[in-house]
């Protein structure tokens, strides 16, 4: 069974910076596209980056040149470096994943992990 977990959330003040990452376990699985969404209180999920099989990259525009999406597949990794973080970037970020375990696809979300910013 394919699980996908996240680290690196916390506490980080107007400014700083964090580094999320997600891990997909299981065996003979594969990461083909992915991506990080956020979702505050009150508030819709909203896709923040993706990354497609072949590497190209998007963004939400409010995220635009403060945040990184990469991958690593030799650890079957995908993870979202966030800089010049800001308050309104405080929300729950999650991690999406499509990919082949086994010969079979499959869609996942992660746990989530909270991303809070002080000002």
């Known amino acids: 069974q394919v699980q996908l977990v996240e680290s690196g959330g916390g506490l980080v003040q107007a400014g700083g910076s964090l580094r999320l990452s997600c891990a997909a376990s299981?065996?003979?699985?594969?990461?083909?596209?992915a991506g990080w969404y956020r979702q505050s209180p009150g508030k819709q999920r909203e896709m923040v980056a993706g990354?497609?099989?072949?590497?190209?990259?998007n963004y939400a525009d409010s995220v635009k040149g403060r945040f990184t999406i990469s991958r690593d597949n030799a650890r079957n990794t995908v993870s979202l470096q966030m800089n010049n973080l800001k308050p309104d970037d405080t929300a729950t970020y999650y991690c999406?994943?499509?990919?082949?375990?086994?010969?079979?696809?499959?869609?996942?979300w992660g746990q989530g992990t909270q991303v809070t910013v002080s000002s």
């Open positions: 990354i497609t099989t072949g590497g190209r990259t």
């Open positions: 299981g065996s003979t699985v594969s990461i083909n596209a």
């Open positions: 999406n994943a499509v990919g082949i375990r086994g010969g079979l696809p499959y869609n996942l």
